[in-house]
């Protein structure tokens, strides 16, 4: 195995997503899992080096964190990405993609709040009955308010208010 990523004069005993760890590191990496957030999926990964032997839970509530896993998003930083390299900013993970309009949502598009401080993922579209009303859209997101991953209407929950990315 090689060397820790962090300290470059220790061996590594493990890896994750193809970095090596140190001993002191794992058991940092270990420490640090159990104080992730309740409410934080996936809770193994969301964990960053801090300094010296030191790591942290990451600052935050994880809503990128789930959205970037379930579609596969890796941008950014190292400094924008979990352990295992998936992006935990939402302002990074929806870099790049093109605005959806309302009526032309589809499942799996990314939500995010008018502040870009939540997203989550389209989970059901049911279009209107009524001509020139939005369609039921229901989302699924990383909540720290419900503690959970949870799912919610966009024009209840939401206010229907954000925008849709793709």
Known sequence: MSKCVHHPGREGVFTVALQSYCAACQTGIEAARLRVDRHVEPKPCFIWYASANNWQPIAGTGCAHWVA???????????????????????????GLRTVEVADVKV??????PTKDHTGLVLRVTASKTAGKPPTIVIRHASSGQGRVADNEFATYFHGRGSFHR
């Open 69 to 95: 896993h379930q579609r596969g998003i890796k941008k950014g930083s190292r400094g924008e990405q979990c352990i295992e390299g998936y992006t935990y900013r939402v302002r990074t993970l929806i870099q």
């Open 108 to 113: 799996d598009d990314i939500y995010v709040t």
